[in-house]
């Protein structure tokens, strides 16, 4: 499968326990963009990567939440002292630059903090 | 920065019937348009798309209309099937936004065999 992956697949935590959640792009694409829906809503943009740069941070990105794509490939989200209102599932996608309408979805982490 | 709002939340017909769902948009920059289909438990997938050149485009049995000076746009699903049934979301996207798209909320289509 050549498409965005994205681990794990499902992630139940404790409240107050750090989570990390890994996203793989399309091996070509250079933009890879975070995600998160809650139930009944559409996905939130939380923030991109274009090649290694962080370029844009949505205010729903607290300062528990930290995102890193250090070789310019797979990114990392990770959430500290997750709250129960962290739980959703967080979605990664990626594209090839700016202009790009080809935006694929991975298949999303879905986190419940109990 | 964008605002979408989607309407109906949840759209019920009888297979067979068409279906139409409508956003509006902020923007007046943004100029493109996808909508997105989504199963239980699965990704949003991309099932058509317009451009702000465009004025409606069509694939088989789904097509979508867009009115710029109205800044709103529209899925039209025509002989619907029970397979149809899934929450669909339309997003909008354009140099205002940094070609990030703005997601609706969401409507959540049920065909009825």
């Known amino acids: 499968d050549t498409g965005v992956s994205q681990n794990p697949r499902h992630k139940i935590t404790k409240r107050g326990q750090n989570v990390t959640f890994r996203c793989d792009p399309i091996s070509e694409h250079n933009r890879l963009y975070w995600y998160r829906q809650t139930l009944g809503q559409g996905p939130e943009f939380l923030t991109y990567?274009?090649?290694?740069?962080?370029?844009?941070k949505s205010r729903l990105l607290s300062d528990r939440f930290s995102a890193e794509r250090p070789k310019g490939s797979f990114s990392t989200l990770e959430i500290q002292r997750t709250e129960q209102g962290d739980s959703a599932m967080y979605l990664c996608?990626?594209?090839?630059?700016?202009?790009?309408?080809?935006?694929?979805f991975g298949q999303g982490t879905r986190l419940t903090v109990v | 920065g964008e605002n979408v709002e989607q309407h109906p939340s949840t759209l019920s017909v009888q297979e067979g019937d068409s279906a139409v769902i409508k956003c509006t948009y902020s923007?007046?920059?943004?100029?493109?348009f996808p909508w997105y289909k989504q199963e239980l438990g699965k990704r949003p997938q991309l099932i058509i798309d317009?451009?702000?050149?465009?004025g409606e485009k069509k694939d088989q049995r789904i097509a979508v209309t867009l009115n710029k000076t109205a800044k709103h746009f529209s899925l039209h699903i025509t002989e619907t099937q029970p397979e149809d049934s899934a929450v669909y979301f339309c997003?909008?996207?354009?140099?205002?936004?940094?070609?990030?798209?703005?997601f609706g909320r969401g409507t959540s289509l049920i065909v009825h065999p």
């Open positions: 990567f274009q090649n290694e740069a962080q370029l844009e």
């Open positions: 317009i451009r702000s050149n465009v």
């Open positions: 923007d007046s920059a943004s100029n493109y």
């Open positions: 996608a990626s594209s090839l630059g700016s202009g790009s309408e080809y935006r694929p």
């Open positions: 997003a909008a996207s354009g140099p205002g936004g940094s070609y990030i798209p703005t």
